[in-house]
């Protein structure tokens, strides 16, 4: 039981073996139990800005480093924001929830040209997400694009297409979302990142954990194994891990991550001295803000917010910043290393052959700081199951792994459509 185990812990001599990076670790002091670093902004109840961390390398699922909120550390066993506190991650769910998905799936490729505007959805009815600021592009882009600017209405189109079956399906049980609830096996949830009760640091990390290292996941571990007094085994905590995508999807959304990180919604998380690929989120009312990005060498997800949801005003994404001032002294030193490139996909021309003249993809200052746009919950409807999702070929990760196959989901019966309201 768990006084069995504190006693244990505590005076029993175990000895354990955490996965913790003293130099990553000190990093995140510095910044975190300094309050300045952070925007000096208060919620209407008085409540100081908060924020959560997790470092990740993933290649073998170490959580190298975390925080679980500002300034000093008051006790031991305390509220720890990065696994404890769940909250909506909005358009960071994009790449894990859509565009991962769908590409893995063979339905969109980079290239794929999709109108940015109100279009009738087939799994739903009256509801028609806005873009950042409200109201539509009104202009034919391509699916890297809409990543980029972080288009929520072309990302209610990819999810329209892979069926929100599919997409809770590899956020489940391909890439550790365990926060899940059935309610979020819906368009708002999945395609804006307005999930019931939210998701956590380390859940997020966790997830984009697959795109680094070819297309598997692997959960986070914060020790490797644990002995006794005596110096026999007690606990053998090696690497879970599970093929999530294949790999030319896992290097197919690094590129397009790295140009949205760089050029895109999430540009104040340059690092200039490594390469970089990420995604910011904006929740309802821009209560919370995410990034969650990656180098060849580490993911980190950061959340900024308040304890008590409540709108935040600063000056661009805090959570882009902070991960910007940490992963730089990361890896100052590094040798420079590249994401693998992807090999060449064919666009499906799924949306149509739209052969409108393209306009010239928005700049990011026309997206940040705030891109959630028109998150409404859409009312309850059929949430289509969609196909089930094949097994698909284990790619050769970068570092020696053995992974688990993705669970074999099962196909449920296709309810009847009902009558849906408009959204509120």
């Not at 000096?40 to 409540?47: L, V, Y």
């Amino acid at each position: 039981n768990e006084n069995t185990a504190m006693n244990l812990i505590y005076n029993g001599g175990l000895q354990i073996y955490a996965c913790i990076d003293m130099k990553a670790q000190q990093i995140v002091d510095n910044i975190y139990m300094n309050a300045a670093n952070f925007p000096q902004s208060k919620a209407p109840n008085g409540e100081s800005l908060q924020s959560a961390i997790v470092i990740m390398d993933p290649y073998n699922g170490k959580i190298v480093a975390m925080s679980g909120g500002i300034g000093e550390k008051t006790g031991n066993l305390v509220f720890n924001r990065a696994v404890d506190a769940q909250r909506p991650p909005g358009s960071s769910i994009k790449p894990i929830a859509v565009y991962g998905p769908a590409i893995d799936q063979g339905l969109i490729s980079p290239a794929d040209k999709v109108l940015d505007g109100k279009v009738e959805l087939s799994g739903i009815k009256n509801w028609f997400p806005q873009n950042a600021g409200g109201g539509y592009g009104g202009r034919v882009v391509t699916i890297r694009q809409a990543l980029i600017s972080s288009l929520n209405t072309v990302s209610a189109q990819i999810l329209d297409k892979l069926t929100p079956g599919v997409s809770y399906q590899y956020l489940h049980d391909r890439l550790g979302v365990v926060s899940l609830v059935e309610e979020d096996r819906n368009y708002a949830p999945l395609a804006l990142g307005q999930l019931t009760n939210g998701i956590t640091v380390r859940e997020m990390a966790q997830a984009f954990s697959a795109f680094p290292n070819d297309g598997v996941f692997t959960y986070g571990r914060s020790y490797t194994h644990i002995l006794d007094s005596e110096g026999k085994m007690v606990l053998d905590n090696t690497p879970d891990t599970i093929v999530a995508f294949k790999a030319n999807t896992a290097w197919t959304i690094s590129d397009m991550l790295n140009d949205a990180a760089t050029y895109g919604t999430g540009s104040e998380s340059n690092l200039g001295i490594m390469p970089h690929a990420g995604k910011t989120g904006s929740s309802t009312d821009y209560q919370d803000r995410w990034f969650v990005g990656y180098t060849p060498y580490y993911v980190a997800a950061v959340w900024t917010g308040y304890d008590t949801p409540a709108r935040m005003y600063v000056s661009g994404n805090p959570a882009a910043q902070i991960w910007r001032k940490v992963m730089y002294s990361l890896h100052e030193g590094l040798p420079y290393k590249t994401f693998k490139e992807p090999t060449y996909i064919k666009p499906t021309n799924i949306f149509g052959d739209i052969e409108e003249e393209e306009s010239p993809s928005p700049s990011p200052s026309e997206e940040v700081p705030e891109e959630s746009g028109n998150s409404s919950s859409p009312p309850v409807s059929d949430p289509g199951t969609g196909t089930d999702i094949p097994t698909p070929t284990p790619p050769t990760p970068s570092l020696p792994v053995t992974p688990t196959p993705a669970p074999t989901p099962t196909t449920a019966p296709s309810p009847t459509p009902t009558a849906a309201q408009p959204a509120a």
